[in-house]
């Protein structure tokens, strides 16, 4: 069963299978099911860019999208997460992409069910689309991960992007450094990378990688104003002067304005926040194909199909 839960479960090899299949289909390459495949996209979280590039991704993939909205679902009655993947397998749901508060939620479902469940972002946990997304914009950039360095900056402790974005590109080679609140590092993190002052972290890296502060997830009262948190933590306009002459701006998303970057640089020459989501979409595309390949087959040129 080709799950998508977790970056480290990917071997370096189907890193680079994946980031290959997603940039065949940036290139224009098809794939198509050989039979009429249903997907659920079951979002029990907020979410934008995650949820409408796998939509989008599916239905350019040919796929039969079952509207699924937790509100309206029998979820509100009390069904648990298991009777209800239990209940689309029943109904002929051929795979689900699950985004969950609770860490490892599908801990639960692995092993259990026979459809493949493509992790959209569990609690803290993990964000595999997000990174493999963010590993397809800094190749782009870049050619190679080898001696890159990244500084992610921001609610470490609290994002599941940093989490798997350091496990994938500390193995890929890349130099990855922590940097914002010291409070909110995560000394698990260590074992990927160390924190650095973030005038440093920004001066030195080749991307400069933003992270929302996720307040849904503190328990206390914010200590950060706004203003303090852009001026002690934020990218400001001041210290994107002072990044390396090729170096890129990457943020997963949402972005909070003013806060963790300064308004006016979302969108600058060195910005790769709207690549990051134009890319989301053949990353999913790809992982969508990884996971239906092995068990419906399919067809690689559309051409071919339709003869
Ligand atoms: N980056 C990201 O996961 O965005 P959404 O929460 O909008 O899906």
């Known amino acids: 069963m080709k799950h998508l839960l977790t970056t480290s479960e990917l071997s ?35 979410s934008t860019r995650t949820k409408c590039s796998f939509e989008v991704a599916e239905r350019k993939l040919g796929l039969e999208v079952i509207p699924f909205e937790v509100a309206t679902s029998s979820v509100l009655k009390g069904e648990t997460l298991y009777d ?34 493509l992790n959209a972002g569990d609690g803290c946990g993990h964000h595999p689309t997000q990174s493999l997304l963010d590993l397809m914009t800094i190749q782009e950039e870049f050619e190679t991960f080898q001696g890159i360095k990244v500084a992610i900056i921001g609610d470490i402790r609290h994002s599941r992007v940093a989490r798997s974005n350091a496990d994938a590109l500390v193995r890929l080679g890349a130099e990855v450094v ?57 990218l400001t306009i001041d210290r994107e002067k002072k990044m390396k002459p090729n170096s890129i701006i990457m943020h997963p ?8 970057i300064d308004g006016r640089l979302v969108e600058c020459e060195r910005s ?35 003869k």
Request: proline fraction near 3%; charge should be negative.
């Open 253 to 260: 998303a949402p972005v909070n304005r003013d806060v963790e």
């Open 178 to 234: 922590f940097s914002g609140p010291q409070e909110w590092f995560d000394e698990s993190m260590r074992q990927n990378g160390h924190y650095e002052n973030i005038d440093t972290a920004i001066e030195t890296s080749d991307v400069v990688m933003l992270l929302r502060i996720q307040h849904e997830r503190h328990s206390d009262s914010d200590k950060h104003t706004a203003e303090e948190y852009h001026r002690q933590y934020g």
């Open 272 to 306: 790769r926040i709207f690549k990051q989501m134009e890319n989301g979409v053949y990353v999913r595309m790809a992982v969508l194909k990884r996971a239906l390949d092995q068990y419906q087959g399919g067809v690689n040129n559309v051409n071919d199909y339709q």
């Open 84 to 117: 209800t993947i239990r209940t689309l397998e029943s109904v002929g749901v051929n795979a689900v992409v699950i985004r969950h508060n609770i860490d490892n939620y599908f801990d639960e479902l692995v092993g259990k069910t026979n459809i493949p469940i």
């Open 12 to 46: 370096i090899s189907e890193i680079e299978q994946i980031l290959s299949e997603a940039r065949g289909f940036k290139a224009g390459e098809s794939w198509l099911p050989h039979n009429q495949t249903f997907v659920a996209n079951l979002f029990f979280e907020p």
